[in-house]
């Protein structure tokens, strides 16, 4: 059987968010899944990965969870889709920002997604994302625990 469409959950994470002292790691989770005409899964994967995130600059370190969840997107992203593309994630600040909102942060990530989006437009593989419960979206979010921590 063909592929029709994939879904992707993702999930970030970042260890020691809050602290100034103890060095901070991010880690993205994915699971990716293929789906048939008929809408059945035909094929799934896991991804996980830990992310360092320096400031070139100044070298501090730029490791939040809202970048993170970003990483875990420019993760999906990069990898050369065919054919539909649903993105499911429990981020407010992803579906908001590429909902219309207006953003505020993390400025840089933001032009890599929308450029990634826009390959893929180019392409003519329609992309989608949308927003699940956080209840739903737990083993993308043990796989980015896991990653921010090893």
């Given at each position: 059987?063909?592929?029709?469409?994939?879904?992707?959950?993702?999930?970030?994470?970042?260890?020691?968010?809050?602290?100034r002292t103890?060095?901070?790691?991010?880690?993205?989770?994915?699971?990716?899944?293929?789906?048939?005409?008929?809408?059945?899964?035909?094929?799934?994967?896991?991804?996980?990965?830990?992310?360092?995130?320096?400031?070139?600059?100044?070298?501090?370190?730029?490791?939040?969870?809202?970048?993170?969840?970003?990483?875990?997107?420019?993760?999906?992203?990069?990898?050369?889709?065919?054919?539909?593309?649903?993105?499911?994630?429990?981020?407010?600040?992803?579906?908001?920002?590429?909902?219309?909102?207006?953003?505020?942060?993390?400025?840089?990530?933001?032009?890599?997604?929308?450029?990634?989006?826009?390959?893929?437009?180019?392409?003519?593989?329609?992309?989608?994302?949308?927003?699940i419960r956080?209840?739903?979206?737990?083993?993308?979010?043990?796989?980015?625990?896991?990653?921010?921590?090893?």
């Amino acid at each position: 059987m063909s592929v029709s469409y994939y879904k992707a959950r993702i999930d970030g994470s970042c260890t020691n968010n809050n602290s100034r002292t103890e060095p901070r790691t991010m880690g993205i989770g994915v699971i990716l899944s293929a789906f048939n005409e008929k809408g059945k899964r035909i094929k799934d994967a896991q991804q996980s990965k830990q992310i360092r995130d320096t400031d070139l600059l100044d070298g501090r370190q730029l490791c939040t969870n809202n970048r993170a969840e970003m990483y875990a997107l420019l993760h999906v992203l990069s990898i050369p889709f065919e054919h539909r593309l649903i993105v499911e994630s429990d981020s407010l600040l992803l579906i908001g920002g590429l909902s219309g909102n207006k953003r505020n942060s993390n400025l840089d990530l933001w032009s890599q997604i929308d450029y990634g989006i826009e390959l893929l437009e180019r392409k003519g593989v329609p992309f989608h994302i949308r927003k699940i419960r956080r209840s739903s979206n737990t083993q993308a979010d043990r796989l980015a625990r896991d990653a921010s921590r090893s």
